[in-house]
């Protein structure tokens, strides 16, 4: 078990530019998450899979913003345009279900920076 | 909507000593549970304690536990035995009604030697 992975894990980019990040989560977990963390903030729910299903969306996921997972393994989270509001770190998580909570595991996360 | 609040951004404790962090939370879900997370200093963040809602007893995970008061909606952690590894940010977060985690803003934690 290696844990969830995250690449890059930072990205510098220019305004405009469209970015994709890639999580890998651990090999059991059918479930995945993704966050955005601000400099001084808790991390905020941006969505989840189960397997290849998209199940919740954040309102925070404006149209810029996409995630996919196919086949149920990695996902992928794609910010277009980018904007300097987009800089943040984008946390991946990743769960199964124990009892009847899914605790969830992180990822170190990507690091955005939009200049 | 579901909220979770930090009312400490920083707190400081000897090493060896006992600190507590507070965290308050309001849901109108029945079935929810509640978590401790740790992120040191550019590292990932891990799971502290958990506590689930329909439990009476509070958790306890080696050095650290939690007072779940279910009435008063608060969730605070004691560090007992504080080390120097302990130095993080800590946030607590509820999970209830969805999958998500909804975190507070988080507390910053320093261990002085």
């Known amino acids: 078990d290696t844990g969830v992975s995250q690449d890059p894990r930072h990205k510098i980019t220019k305004r405009g530019q469209n970015v994709t990040f890639r999580c890998d989560p651990i090999s059991e977990h059918n479930r995945l998450y993704w966050y955005r963390q601000t400099l001084g903030q808790g991390p905020e729910f941006l969505t989840y899979f189960q397997n290849e299903a998209q199940l919740e969306k954040s309102r925070l996921l404006s149209d810029r913003f996409s995630a996919e997972r196919p086949k149920g393994s990695f996902s992928t989270l794609e910010i277009q345009r980018t904007e300097q509001g987009d800089s943040a770190m984008y946390l991946c998580?990743?769960?199964?279900?124990?009892?009847?909570?899914?605790?969830?595991?992180f990822g170190p996360g990507t690091r955005l920076t939009v200049t | 909507a579901q909220t979770v609040t930090q009312s400490q951004p920083e707190m400081s404790v000897q090493e060896a000593e006992t600190v507590t962090l507070s965290c308050t939370y309001d849901?109108?879900?029945?079935?929810?549970?509640l978590f401790w997370y740790k992120q040191p200093p550019s590292r990932q963040m891990i799971l502290v304690i958990r506590?689930?809602?329909?439990?009476?007893q509070n958790a306890t995970e080696n050095r650290f536990s939690v007072n779940f008061q279910k009435a008063a909606k608060s969730f605070s952690l004691k560090i007992s035995d504080s080390q120097l590894g302990d130095a993080a940010m800590y946030f607590c977060a509820l999970q209830g009604g969805s999958e998500k985690l909804v975190f507070g803003k988080g507390t910053k934690l320093t261990v002085n030697p």
């Open positions: 998580a990743s769960s199964s279900r124990d009892g009847s909570s899914y605790e969830q595991y």
């Open positions: 849901t109108s879900e029945s079935d929810y549970y």
């Open positions: 506590q689930e809602a329909y439990k009476q």
